[in-house]
Structure formats: structure tokens, C-alpha cells
């Protein structure tokens, strides 16, 4: 059983299906609200609805352009994700982190890194060769983002290769091609992430250190646990008995829920969990 497949197994023999998610909270089928501190690894982190990026999607649905011809949309993505990491970008798209990793790592392998918004250590993301980026988009499970710097694309391959390739998009292997509404909400909430950064911050974090230090060490929004990993399993099942949602995975920290309450984690401050 995977790690996903155990959480939506905890989850649904608590408390049923989820009938809803907005925000950082999941709507139950016995009435009960859950805190949702997994945050689908990251790309709920703007939270569940989708905001004006659905609202994008379905504007470009209606136009009936999903088919595998261009479109010009992917240009948009472009333009957000070079806005993101302040400066000029090639942008790539995979199925999968290990096909991701592997492409940035053809493009640079001292000079990859993985992108999280308000990352505790202060990085220049734009001296990054190649950054490999999860997407803030919650309804979308297996997108991953490789943005390289234009120039080191050609470097990273033979002469034999650049002239076979009809463009710098076509050199870097098992790349997928996306839609036209899906770029236009990609673009959307490259945005509206750009905007939250701007806007949260160490404030809305630490007034939950009381309950969460306990048991995680905080960076920032991002929640390492300090629980042992053969512990662990039993310790997501608590958190699911006090009314909150961790990560299921060990190594992919949980995520302080902006928008949420202090009173969201009384169940867990009353109901320790020992180890």
C-alpha cells in the first residue's frame, strides 16, 4: 500500500468521504471539518479551490482548444515562471519527480535545486542553473516543472543531438506536452503565488509553535518531524483522530495551514501524542 492509499484509507474509515475542500480545510461526510496540514505535498498550498485559476481553466475549456495542436498559451507559463524565479527561463514538463530530476540533472548536476515558496534558507533562485518546480495547483496530481537557464540547454548536449532537435524545447528527454486551459491556470497560479508570497510571512507561522514544536521542527511554513520514522505511521493516524491531516510520507514535510486557527489544533494539544 502506498503512503497516498494509507492516508485516504485513514481518512475515509474516520470520518467517509470528502464532500469538499476550500481553503485549508477538508468537509467530511459525518460533519466533521479536518485541518489539512499536507497540502497535497505543496500544491495545495494556496489552498483547495483553486481560486482564479480554475476560474482561468474553465474560461479556456469553453473555447474547446485542448487538443495537441499549439496554441500560444505555454508562452504565458513561460513568462510566470521566469517572473517567479526573476529571470530568464526554459520551461519543461514532466509526469513524474524522477523523470524531472533527471532532465535538470542533464542540464546541470551541481547547479539543480528544488523550489519551495518561503523557503527558511534565502536562495537566489535566479543564480540556479535548473530549478525543478511543484505547481500550486491542487487538482492537478503528476505536473512537475523543470526551469533551466536558456544558454546552458544547448551545453548540455552533443552537436549531433542540438541538430537533430528542432528547437531548445525538444532537447531535453520524456517531456510531456499540456494543454491550453491547463497552461492558462498554470500561468494563473504561478501568479497568485507570486502575490501570497508577498503577503504571508513568520507571523502567520509561529503563533502555532505551542502545539507544533512538539513534534516538528518548524523552517519556515514547512514541518520536519521530530517524531522516529518507525513511529511515524501511528503518529498520522493521531493527528487524523485529533481532526488534523499530515504528511503521510516521512521526508515531504507538512505545512503550516494559512487561514487556519489556533483552536483547529486543541484536539492535538489535549490528546498528546507519546514518543
Known amino acids: 500500500m502506498s503512503n497516498i492509499d494509507f492516508l485516504r484509507n485513514e481518512i475515509f474509515s474516520r470520518y467517509g468521504i470528502v464532500k469538499r475542500a476550500r481553503g485549508c480545510f477538508l468537509y467530511t461526510a459525518k460533519g466533521v471539518r479536518l485541518t489539512d496540514l499536507y497540502q497535497e505535498g505543496g500544491r495545495a498550498v494556496l489552498g483547495w479551490g483553486g481560486g482564479s485559476a480554475f476560474t482561468m481553466f474553465k474560461n479556456i475549456l ?89 544558454e546552458l540547454i544547448s551545453e548540455s548536449f552533443s552537436e549531433d ?17 499540456i494543454p491550453a486551459p491547463l497552461h492558462a491556470a498554470l500561468a494563473r497560479s504561478i501568479y497568485d503565488l507570486i502575490a501570497a508570497i508577498q503577503i504571508r510571512e513568520e507571523k502567520n507561522w509561529f503563533i502555532y509553535d505551542p502545539v507544533v514544536t512538539k513534534y516538528w521542527e518548524r523552517k519556515g511554513p514547512y514541518l520536519f518531524p521530530k517524531i522516529p520514522q518507525e513511529k511515524y505511521p501511528d503518529f498520522v493516524k493521531h493527528c487524523l483522530d485529533c481532526g488534523i491531516v499530515v504528511s503521510p510520507f516521512f521526508n515531504v ?23
Open 253 to 275: 514535510p507538512s505545512i503550516v495551514p494559512f487561514g487556519a486557527e489556533f483552536g483547529n489544533f486543541s484536539k492535538l494539544k489535549k490528546n498528546p501524542f507519546e514518543f
Open 161 to 177: 543531438q542540438k541538430s537533430s532537435a528542432l528547437t531548445s524545447k525538444e532537447l531535453l528527454p520524456q517531456q510531456i506536452c
Open 62 to 150: 469553453n473555447r474547446g482548444i485542448t487538443g495537441s495542436f499549439e496554441t500560444g498559451f505555454s508562452c504565458r507559463t513561460d513568462t510566470a515562471v521566469e517572473k517567479l524565479f526573476n529571470s530568464e527561463r526554459r520551461v519543461f514538463y514532466y509526469d513524474s519527480y524522477e523523470k524531472a530530476l533527471k532532465a535538470s540533472l542533464l542540464v546541470s548536476k551541481e547547479g539543480t535545486a528544488v523550489y519551495r515558496p518561503w523557503n527558511p534558507v534565502s536562495v537566489d533562485w535566479s543564480s540556479c542553473d535548473s530549478v525543478i518546480f511543484v505547481p500550486p495547483l491542487p487538482w492537478i496530481q503528476d505536473l512537475f516543472i523543470v526551469a533551466a537557464k536558456p
